[in-house]
């Protein structure tokens, strides 16, 4: 595998479930970011980790809760949702956490919350 | 808040030329421009910092207007293949590492 992966592609839940969207990176980057990108919105950037550190929340709500174990994995586990939540969820990751570090994102995972 | 990306969609002939802005109301650290086809994930075309150079390659190159507090996205002699949504990300000197997106600018070349 090359880049970077996500999974599921798609998912749909209810509102009572938990599940977890996982991304994977085969670039050796050092920090990866998750962003929400919603029908006619721009992409919006919920969590940012960089060194398996988190270094960003952007006023995300708690019922979408981010885990870096390692340096290329990273998870965003999902609880009672709400139908607001339904979009795009894309991972991404840089070499370092800064200004020149272009970002390469996965294939995004589709949610559906019912 | 985010930046305003202008036109909001373009429609071109192969060959023809589109300038794609991205304002922001804010002072730029730096401006990034991706593309994202339909169903597929965005890609980076690139990376302007403050104080830096013009950018290019082929023939989609990008200028940055420190003063003006805007980037510009040039596309020559347009392909097929440039069709897509494009966004600039923004970085300001407050919110380092952390890109907020432009709502995106589609561009659709015909034949």
């Known amino acids: 595998e090359t880049g970077v992966t996500q999974t599921p592609r798609h998912l749909v839940m209810g509102m009572t479930n938990k599940k977890s969207l996982k991304c994977e990176q085969h670039l050796g980057h050092n920090a990866m970011y998750w962003y929400k990108q919603s029908a006619k919105k721009p992409l919006e950037l919920m969590f940012v980790?960089?060194?398996?550190?988190?270094?960003e929340n952007n006023s995300v709500p708690s019922r979408f809760s981010p885990e870096c174990p390692n340096s290329s994995h990273l998870f965003l586990h999902l609880h009672t949702l709400q139908p607001e939540d339904s979009a795009l969820y894309l991972c991404a990751s840089s070499q370092d956490h800064g200004s020149n570090s272009e970002q390469y994102f996965g294939p995004g995972t589709r949610l559906t919350v019912t | 808040q985010q930046p305003v990306q202008s036109p909001q969609a373009v429609i071109l002939r192969e060959g023809e030329d589109a300038v794609i802005n991205c304002s922001s109301s804010?002072?730029?650290?730096?401006v990034h421009w991706y593309r994202q086809k339909h169903g597929e994930a965005p890609v980076f075309l690139m990376i302007?910092?403050?104080?830096?150079e013009q950018k290019g390659h082929d023939k989609i190159s990008a200028s940055f207007n420190e003063k003006k507090q805007q980037s510009s996205l040039y596309l020559t002699a347009s392909q097929l293949s440039y069709s897509g949504t494009y966004f600039c990300?923004?970085?300001?000197?407050?919110?380092?590492?952390?890109?907020?997106f432009g709502q995106g600018t589609i561009l659709t070349v015909h034949p």
């Open positions: 302007l910092l403050k104080g830096g």
């Open positions: 980790y960089s060194l398996e550190e988190r270094v």
């Open positions: 990300g923004t970085e300001t000197g407050t919110s380092y590492g952390k890109l907020t």
């Open positions: 804010k002072a730029l650290y730096s």
